[in-house]
């Protein structure tokens, strides 16, 4: 994530924190600088900080129960609206993804326990009110906020952990896919109701929380839907196959003047024996005019991007699309079983596939 920094790693997995996250500190701490004085402003700084740190352990109950079934945890990002712990895949074992989703909100409910049973921290009805009041004791607020995070989370929409198990426990009778539509919509009609509350409570929080569920939910839902599609299809029906190459000596000109020709946007470069060694892109295209204005007969080779990934002619799709997201890479070349270019898939015309099959 662009605007995160990192201050180490911890258990396995890199723990970054948002820019944006400083903030609200700040914001919390003018507010009760302006309301009551320098020491509620940082009695309220301490006690956001400690309330991320339950949420950094939250994330981390995730990650260490992903651990468990072999999936790794890259990173743990902290936002002013909560933490993401970036998995490196979602078990899709109904049992293990909801073990996985209980994992963050136990880590809270132990925190709540400790607090109220080890420590002896008395809640009463004013602090479940006056969260953000300064003078309440400041570990029975601590306690409080482990359990609102309890609540919040277990919320049975996407994209909370709630929504997680309610997915996997629709999966088990209807397909993943659908389960995921209905946890998705959930959410959204959560998204609706912080807003109205946040608009009506005039509290920006909770209309930024709002936005982010929506965007979050809708974003899940489009994902399994391609993922699911992408296992159900093959490359072989996916990919393009009317298209011009490039010679790995082509000039400048040559490669401006295909680009004008066709309509394509990716060009792939091959070599004398037909064999790919990578993809001019428009854009690389157009940076390389503009470079070189005057000198159009130069070759385009060290403007060809050539991490580009490949896969075999019978490979179902989702394995070309698995291979542009870790190489963040705009083409996948399709390779026929004596390693010649035949084909490639672009984001693009995966979109038109779903649409011209009714899947979008
Ligand atoms: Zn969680």
């Known amino acids: 994530m662009t605007w995160s920094f990192s201050i180490g790693t911890f258990l396995g997995s890199e723990l970054r924190v948002h820019a944006t996250f400083f903030l609200l500190l700040l914001w919390v701490g003018a507010v009760a600088y302006v309301a009551v004085g320098p020491v509620a402003a940082l009695v309220n700084i301490g ?16 990650a260490l129960m992903a651990r468990r079934y ?17 998995l490196e895949r979602m078990p899709e ?12 909100p136990a880590v809270n409910v132990l925190i709540f326990l400790i607090l109220v049973v080890v420590f ?46 309610f997915r996997a426990v629709l999966s088990i009778w209807m397909p993943r896919v659908r389960a995921t539509q209905v946890a998705a919509t959930a959410g959204q009609v959560m998204a609706f109701v912080f807003g109205f509350l946040g608009l009506f409570t005039v509290n920006p929080l909770l209309i930024l929380i709002a936005v982010f569920i929506f965007i979050a939910a809708g974003a899940e839902s489009s994902f399994v839907a391609m993922q699911d ?30 680009l004008i020709r066709t309509t394509q946007h990716e060009f792939p470069v091959i070599d004398h024996r037909g064999r790919m ?36 002619l019978n490979a179902p799709l989702e394995a070309a699309m ?16 004596s390693g010649g270019l035949i084909g490639y898939v672009t984001h693009e015309n995966i979109g038109e596939l779903m649409v011209v099959s009714g899947r979008a």
């Open 93 to 104: 074992k109904p049992g293990q993804e909801i073990a996985v989703a209980l994992a963050g």
């Open 70 to 86: 072999g999936i790794a945890t890259p990173d743990i990002t902290l936002l002013p609206i909560g933490g993401m712990a970036r």
């Open 120 to 165: 002896r921290v008395d809640i009463d009805v004013d602090t479940l009110t006056q969260i953000e009041d300064p003078r309440e004791g400041f570990m029975a607020r601590v306690a409080v906020v482990n359990l609102f995070l309890v609540l919040f989370n277990m919320l049975p929409a996407f994209p909370m952990d709630g929504g997680r198990v």
């Open 229 to 258: 599609f992408g296992r159900h299809t093959g490359v072989r029906e996916a990919m393009i196959t009317r298209f011009e190459t490039l010679q790995e000596d082509a000039s400048l000109n040559e490669a401006a003047a295909a």
């Open 277 to 312: 060694v990578g993809i001019l892109t428009r854009r690389a295209l157009y940076a390389a005019l503009g470079e070189e204005e005057g000198r159009r007969m130069r070759p385009i080779t060290p403007h060809v991007d050539r991490d580009v990934p490949t896969v075999p």
């Open 47 to 62: 006690f956001i900080l400690v309330l991320f740190a339950c949420v950094v352990a939250h994330e981390y109950g995730h």
């Open 322 to 337: 698995e291979a542009m997201a870790k190489k963040q890479s705009p083409a996948v070349g399709v390779l026929s079983p």
